[in-house]
């Protein structure tokens, strides 16, 4: 959810601070050229009009992606708008070995793309089908059934068990995708421990997020209330004050770009 003040206040901060704002794919508003000096600002405004930091490169849960659902569609079979904020609320800021991506679609025609997620959600008439372990990327990968027509409260719970076993068995920096991929037994496998609780670490993995919801905090607001962690957000330690004038732009077909943004060649895949 978002609403028009605080469309009102992104807007003006782009403005305040020269900004190139974009609508991302998975439902972000994204604002590009601010410094590191100017970022604390951005964080303190962004956090009084009631938003929060959302790791949005961090190996972490990204935003979670949503349809309009059944408020809004006539094929809405559920809530998904509700549902995609109550997985936001409970993961968000949840560390991983690679970054988590959600989606929850109010019927089967997929408007959110959550078989292309790490953890797709898509409704049914009586609850929910859940999929997992789907990418987009270099090798996109469809998210494949784990359980179906769950209820709210065991599909929150099989979310809980997934990551966990995820979070505790992948490599540093291995996407769901390819986990499942290397995992002994496969989606056999992983449908057992999750659904059947075969390894008997269910409650564990269950109490793991109750105490990550229990101590989530704003990061942003963190770094606002600490003058060390502030004090780093400087272009230079030993002259704070000062720009980094190595920092330019211009402007290619009136969007504003950055002059001389280093270029990477994508890895080569195996």
């Known amino acids: 959810d978002i609403t028009p003040e605080q469309l009102i206040l992104i807007g003006e901060i782009a403005r305040d601070f020269d900004l190139y704002t974009k609508i991302t794919g998975g439902q972000r508003i994204d604002m590009f050229g601010a ?21 949005a490169y961090g190996k972490s849960l990204r935003t979670v992606k949503s349809c309009v659902g059944s408020d809004w569609c006539r094929f809405g079979q559920q809530d998904s708008v509700q549902m995609a904020i109550d997985l936001e609320l409970r993961y968000r800021g949840l560390r991983a070995p690679h970054k988590i991506k959600m989606g929850v679609s109010g019927c089967a025609r997929e ?5 292309g997620k790490d953890v797709g959600v898509i409704a049914t008439e009586t609850g929910w089908n859940l999929y997992v372990c789907g990418n987009g990327g270099m090798t996109p990968k469809h998210a494949q059934l784990l359980a179906g027509d769950l209820d709210d409260e065991t599909l929150i719970r ?8 995820y979070i505790r068995t992948a490599d540093r920096l291995q ?29 564990e ?16 607001k963190g770094v606002l209330d600490d003058p060390d962690k502030l004090s780093r957000f400087v272009s230079f330690v030993n002259a704070p004050d000062v720009a980094d004038p190595t920092i330019e732009f211009t402007e290619s077909f009136g969007r504003k770009v950055p002059i001389g943004m280093p270029k990477l060649r994508p890895a080569q895949e195996a």
């Open 35 to 55: 410094r590191v000096d100017q970022l604390p600002e951005i964080w303190r405004r962004l956090v009084e009009g009631g938003m929060e930091s959302g790791q």
């Open 111 to 115: 408007c959110a793309e959550a078989r």
């Open 158 to 165: 099989y979310i809980d068990r997934f990551l966990m076993f």
């Open 175 to 203: 996407r769901t995708a390819p986990w499942l991929d290397s995992l002994d037994g496969g989606l056999d496998h992983l449908r057992d421990v999750v659904c059947n609780d075969s390894l008997g670490l269910a409650g």
């Open 205 to 220: 993995f269950e109490a793991a997020v109750e105490r990550h919801v229990d101590g989530y905090s704003c990061e942003w």
